[in-house]
């Protein structure tokens, strides 16, 4: 399926504006890629089906390109003189059936000097005197180059003396691709032979193989010229099947010059495997500054640790009160030394993925917010865990441990007071009904002894192993510092994937757009051969 030139170039420019949006090409970068021209010599008139040959003589001051128009018109309807510049204006000659109500913006029909004719041989051509390009006039130039893109067939005329004007070879080699060509060497009659063959070396040297050269005099004269050679060309090129070739050229040669600029900005863009490259060289990097986090975090986590263990019943009991008190656990923790650490981590990552050839402006732009997100992080997870390392201090073998001490301090007691009454009642009982003495002193001192010592066991215990409020803070802070670190590492790591995404994105359009340039391509150049005079006329 083949796309539209227009519609190709209109995606580009969308495609180039979100880019530039996103921080995914620089200005320059996305004017380049702007600056095509979606004009055509097909958009010139308004036609139905099938459209004139455009047909425009170009040259430099003083060559008599006029004078030829004139001669093939069969009268004066250019101007043509000896002051310089001659051409000021734009001069069409067609066709009185050649509607050309509805010319574009930039070329209005009020400053065009129209001449018309009524000769049916030329009614599918239409001729344009151009102005002087190589005058110092810059409004010359502007309408040279508004005109060029409209143009089917340039015919660019010299004289002896002026074949190697640098202005027009320059124009030549810029514009050569875009138009079929014809030369027309004129004032022939003031010319030489050795001229004509080092200006055929010249254009064999841009690119045309076997250029078409007329050797012309400006007006009808005994001396013998090729002018009637030049008219027969163009009117030989003048039919429908010649004019779609130069469309489909012309259109062709738009395509591959948008694709290869398209191709361009592929590398400007980077490859797939360098963003998927992005990752590792993140994950390398914060592996070097969580560690120096860390060891700088180790006297801070102390400091609030104590203090965690002093405030730990109203921290625990008041979470307002506790909230606003811990509201320093940032900026104890992630002060300024820690906050330079992690900028000059994600600066350095900036600069890895830089050199990794990738576009570093959208990586940039979010990793703004993980910036300013760090320190809350470090607050959230600090804060939660060292609440609950308070909240439960201890392990969990520790604090089952102490509730089954805690079991203890309360039934061993009473199962010694059990006991001890127990042997008093029975000891009671046997001293009625037998011989037996009751229960003297020493059972009275052993049976104390034995509950006290049923208490004080669990008691000695449970204040021995109680776990330190300090360092179930440390615990916790030392918790909560690795889940932030973790955290803020997938933070990145999510930016870095959906950049990573987005890039994979971009480029899937570029190539998209870049593979629409190529469909439907069915232009093939011809072999050059002396029989088809067209071939002879582009540049291979």
């Given at each position: ?23 995914w ?69 067609h066709?009185?059936?050649?509607a ?7 070329l ?21 005197d ?12 502007v ?30 080699l ?53 002018f ?9 090129l ?14 062709q ?85 820690a ?21 570093v402006?959208?990586?940039k ?57 127990y ?40 204040k021995?192993l ?49 593979e ?25």
């Amino acid at each position: 399926m083949a796309y539209n030139y227009s519609d190709l170039v209109e995606k580009t420019k969308r495609w180039t504006e979100q880019a530039l949006a996103a921080g995914w090409l620089n200005q320059e970068a996305a004017q380049a890629l702007c600056d095509f021209d979606a004009r055509t010599p097909e958009a010139l008139f308004n036609h139905n089906g099938s459209r004139p040959l455009i047909v425009a003589f170009m040259g430099g001051t003083g060559v008599g390109k006029s004078s030829l128009l004139n001669r093939l018109a069969g009268k004066v309807i250019a101007k043509a003189g000896i002051e310089r510049p001659t051409s000021r204006e734009v001069t069409l000659f067609h066709h009185r059936d050649v509607a050309i109500q509805h010319l574009p913006e930039k070329l209005p029909i009020e400053k065009i000097r129209i001449a018309q004719h009524d000769d049916g041989t030329k009614k599918n051509i239409i001729w344009i005197d151009m102005p002087d390009f190589d005058s110092t006039e810059q409004s010359n130039k502007v309408l040279v180059f508004e005109w060029l893109p409209h143009i089917d067939v340039l015919i660019y005329v010299v004289s002896p003396e002026r074949y190697r004007d640098e202005k027009a070879w320059r124009l030549l080699l810029s514009e050569g691709s875009r138009h079929a060509w014809l030369f027309v060497l004129n004032q022939w009659d003031r010319g030489q032979q050795a001229q004509y063959e080092d200006f055929k070396l010249q254009l064999g040297k841009a690119g045309f193989v076997e250029p078409i050269i007329f050797k012309t005099v400006c007006a009808e004269s005994a001396y013998p010229d090729e002018f009637a050679s030049l008219e027969s060309t163009i009117l030989s090129l003048s039919n429908k099947h010649v004019v779609a070739e130069l469309e489909q050229r012309g259109t062709q040669i738009r395509k591959d010059e948008l694709r290869h600029k398209l191709q361009a900005i592929l590398h400007v863009l980077g490859s797939q495997s360098a963003a998927k490259q992005a990752e590792e060289r993140w994950q390398s990097q914060w592996q070097t500054t969580s560690s120096q986090l860390q060891q700088g975090f180790i006297w801070p986590i102390q400091k609030l640790a104590a203090y965690y263990a002093d405030h730990a019943t109203d921290l625990i009991a008041n979470p307002t009160t506790g909230t606003a008190q811990t509201d320093q656990t940032a900026t104890v923790l992630w002060d300024d030394w820690a906050q330079a650490r992690f900028g000059d981590a994600l600066d350095e990552f900036i600069v890895k993925v830089d050199e990794l050839g990738l576009p570093v402006a959208p990586l940039k732009n979010q990793l703004v917010i993980v910036r300013t997100k760090a320190p809350k992080i470090i607050q959230a997870q600090s804060e939660l865990q060292v609440r609950q390392a308070l909240a439960h201090p201890g392990n969990v073998l520790h604090r089952a441990f102490l509730k089954f001490v805690r079991f203890c301090e309360i039934v061993l007691p009473l199962a010694a007071i059990s006991w001890v009454g127990y042997q008093v009642f029975i000891g009671y009982y046997d001293s009625n009904t037998t011989d037996k003495a009751y229960l003297g002193v020493d059972f009275a001192i052993h049976s104390s002894l034995l509950i006290l010592i049923s208490w004080l066991i669990p008691w000695f215990i449970m204040k021995k192993l109680k776990p330190s409020l300090e360092k179930s803070a440390l615990r916790g802070l030392n918790k909560g510092l690795d889940n932030a670190i973790s955290m803020i590492d997938g933070e990145v790591l999510g930016i870095v994937g959906t950049v990573t995404n987005q890039h994979t994105e971009q480029l899937r359009q570029v190539a998209e757009i870049t593979e629409q340039c190529s469909a439907g391509d069915s232009y093939k150049p011809e072999k050059i051969s002396r029989d088809n005079p067209l071939t002879r006329m582009l540049i291979n």
